[in-house]
């Protein structure tokens, strides 16, 4: 016997085929699956059990599928000749045949099902749309509005999906207010049960890369390109730009008329100093440029120990080393060479007296 048809399934499941953009078929799928599940359940868990719903009209049938053979040692999944021969007169021994084993008042059971497994699927598929939303966002800049704390971490919503700014994430000495917009990098999106786990951070160095081609437009075309970021984060960032037009002058295009663009950064990161220097191939031009603001004597560099020897002036050294030796710590990082810093006297040089500018 076939359980009676379900047209109102079909017609729901268009429905929401066209609302949610959820394929009908793969609604069906679902369902099957899981009347599967429910009539193994009855059959004793055979696996020679199908379960069909008819596309247009919602029928659902139940079959158990069975081998013809000629003598029958299992009654599941076989089915003698003979009879197979009255059923279906055109298959032979060795086939498969379908006989409908369809349980009274299936369907009623298929109905319950039916809402279940459709509330789940839709379920399934905004998370998984979400998640590829925002996987697609990852290590991209976007604009969060201030939860609240949660702990020591911060609860951020980024438009439909509320994201986490953990502890060490956050830059050390900032405080967010509820409903303040924060500009924050995507470090990593995860599938998960209740959603994706977005992890967001104001620390990481690509957040003012990100903010730098948010802001500049030659950056953002690939007119003026950042070859390096060294960080502290809430202190200080050293950056190396670089452009192979000859018109373009891509510190200047960084820094802005009236240092607008980089100024507008700076207010994002709330204080944080940003050194914008040229690269360059040559190492030794690269780690003199990345001491600014101090002036260099002269760079000797070893390329093989990615080491190099600078010196400086004696009145330049501390400004060389920087406040708790922050310049030398983030000129090692941008150029990725170990500097080690040395003033004229050390190097038996006469010291240079200070120039005024």
């Known amino acids: 016997m076939r359980a009676k048809g379900n047209s109102d399934l079909i017609l729901a499941l268009n429905q929401i085929e066209k609302e949610k953009g959820i394929s009908k078929d793969i609604l069906l799928e679902a369902l099957e699956n899981s009347l599967l599940v429910a009539c193994k359940n009855h059959y004793g868990k055979s696996d020679n059990i199908v379960v069909n719903i008819d596309r247009e009209n919602g029928n659902v049938s139940v079959f158990a599928e069975k081998e013809i053979v000629e003598t029958v040692e299992d009654p599941v999944t076989q089915i003698d000749a003979v009879e197979a021969k009255v059923k279906f007169p055109k298959k032979e021994i060795g086939e498969i045949v379908r006989i409908e084993v369809t349980p009274k008042n299936f369907g009623r059971i298929a109905a319950q099902k039916a809402k279940q497994v459709v509330v789940q699927k839709i379920r399934e598929e905004e998370r998984k749309g979400l998640y590829e939303q925002y996987y697609g966002m990852e290590k991209e800049l976007v604009t969060g509005i201030v939860q609240r704390y949660v702990g020591n971490n911060v609860s951020v919503n980024l438009g439909k999906v509320d994201a986490i700014l953990t502890e060490n994430e956050q830059v050390k000495g900032e405080r967010y207010k509820t409903t303040e917009r924060i500009k924050l990098y995507i470090v990593e999106v995860k599938d998960t049960p209740k959603g994706p786990k977005v992890t967001v951070s104001r620390t990481h160095p690509e957040l003012v890369k990100r903010l730098f081609e948010a802001e500049v437009a030659e950056v953002k075309d690939g ?13 200080r960032t ?6 192979d037009e000859k018109d373009v002058d891509p510190v200047g295009a960084c820094v802005g008329v009236n240092g607008a663009r980089v100024n507008a950064i700076v207010e994002e990161l709330r204080g944080e100093k940003i050194d914008i220097i040229n ?3 040559n190492p030794a031009v690269l780690i003199e440029n990345a001491l600014s603001p101090a002036k260099v004597v002269s760079v000797t560099v070893n390329e093989e120990e990615k080491s190099a020897e600078v010196v400086v002036p004696d009145y330049q050294l501390s400004l060389a080393i920087g406040k708790e030796g922050q310049n030398a710590r983030l000129a090692a990082r941008l150029t990725n060479f170990k500097i080690d810093i040395k003033s004229e006297s050390q190097v038996g040089l006469t010291p240079s007296e200070p120039v005024e500018e």
């Not at 070859?227 to 202190?235: L, M």
């Not at 050293?238 to 452009?243: E, P, S």
């Open 238 to 243: 050293k950056m190396a730009v670089w452009t």
């Open 279 to 281: 690269w360059s191939e």
């Open 223 to 235: 007119t003026v390109e950042i070859k390096s970021i060294a960080r502290e984060a809430g202190s």
